[in-house]
Every structure is written in C-alpha cells, then in structure tokens.
T-cell receptor, first 114, second 110 residues
C-alpha cells in the first residue's frame, strides 16, 4: 500500500541553523501539507500546497518557513533560522484532491533544536 | 478555525468496548476524522464522517455524530491490547487544514 515517507526520522540542529525536512507524498496525490506536534500538545496545521503554490497557511508559518516541491516526488519544509521553540515532530501529509477527504500522514521527523 | 476538545485519558479492559468522545465548536465543520497514533509512529487515518451523516460503521469501529450538540464519538468494539494508542479527533471545514484535538490516550489492560 502506498504511503507517505519522511526523512530524516530525527534531526538535531543548533539554534540559528537552517534545516530542511523532506517528504515523499503518495505518488498520485496532488495536495500536500505540513503539520507539527510539539511534545505533549496537539497537532497543528502549518501549510497546504497545491499546484506549486501555497493554498493555505497558519499563523505559525511565518517568514522563517518555506515549502517547495523541487521535483515530481519530493516536498520539503525549510526552516531558515531555527529557534528552540521549533523543536517538535513535523508531519507531512498528502491527499489526492481536496474533495478526497482523507489526508494520509507520514511517520514524522522529530526536530530537536539545541 | 475551531476548537476540538477531547478527554485526555481512557482505560478499559481487553474485550470491553471503548468510547472516545470529542466536541467541536465550529458548526461549519463538514468532515470529521479519527486518527490513531501509536508510540513513535505517525498518524493513521481510522475513519471519517461527513456532517450530513449520523453514524458510520467500519468493522469494530462505530462513529456517532450529534450535530446539534457538536459531539463526535468513536466506539471500538472488543478492544484489544493492540488498540492502546492516542486517538485524535479532527475537523475540517471548507478549507484545507485539519484542526486536531489534543488526543485521548487509550490504555487497554489484560
């Protein structure tokens, strides 16, 4: 069964460094998402992406964040200058179409900022 | 956006039924979801229900929706130890984002 994959599973970085989190959505899906879950808190929406542009973003997704689909398979989240409070589990998700209801999530990347 | 509230913890005995409850504030929620998260794993979509439905059954899972009270529940029949996990309720309106609750930690004891 097709699934969303994410790399790396765990990333440790120093405050102020740039990180890129990578995702490979399910191959025929058209809508892509990033969510994050700070330890002990709920899963929060960051951004959705369709047709090579951002379709919706939350207040969390400020100028420090960017997303890109550099090729036909990868979807990336870049944090330009990480802060301690960026430490969280970051989940990528995809679905076939917005009316396709199901968002399928990857296993997540745990980002630790020291 | 909307707020989604869940009780934080539920403990049941193996073989019993589990009922996990969720309330939401936004009446424009058109789709409501249940996700399962096992330790160290991602979010697994269990089931979803449209706002024009009252009930959906899928094997051991039954979802009930009370639109008047904005209340959603997930019933797991014959709960097994493998069902121990965190269960998230989420709602979506006409936009793209899923709004999650904080999750209910289900512990199934032998």
């Amino acid at each position: 069964e097709p699934e969303v994959t994410q790399t790396p599973s765990h990333q440790v970085t120093q405050m102020g460094q740039e990180v890129i989190l990578r995702c490979v959505p399910i191959s025929n899906h058209l809508y892509f998402y990033w969510y994050r879950q700070i330890l002990g808190q709920k899963v929060e929406f960051l951004v959705s992406f369709y047709n090579n542009e951002i379709s919706e973003k939350s207040e969390i997704f400020d100028d420090q964040f960017s997303v890109e689909r550099p090729d036909g398979s990868n979807f990336t989240l870049k944090i330009r200058s990480t802060k301690l409070e960026d430490s969280a589990m970051y989940f990528c998700a995809s679905n076939l179409k917005t009316g396709g209801y199901e968002q399928y999530f990857g296993p997540g990347t745990r980002l630790t900022v020291t | 956006g909307e707020d989604v509230e869940q009780s934080l913890f539920l403990s049941v005995r193996e073989g019993d039924s589990s009922v996990i409850n969720c309330t939401y504030t936004d009446s424009s929620s058109t789709y409501l979801y249940w996700y399962k998260q096992e330790p160290g794993a991602g979010l697994q979509l269990l089931t979803y229900i449209f706002s024009n439905m009252d009930m959906k059954q899928d094997q051991r899972l039954t979802v009930l929706l009370n639109k008047k009270d904005k209340h959603l529940s997930l019933r797991i029949a014959d709960t097994q130890t493998g069902d121990s996990a965190i269960y998230f309720c989420a709602g979506r309106d006409s936009g793209y984002a899923l709004n999650f609750g904080k999750g209910t930690s289900l512990l199934v004891t032998p």
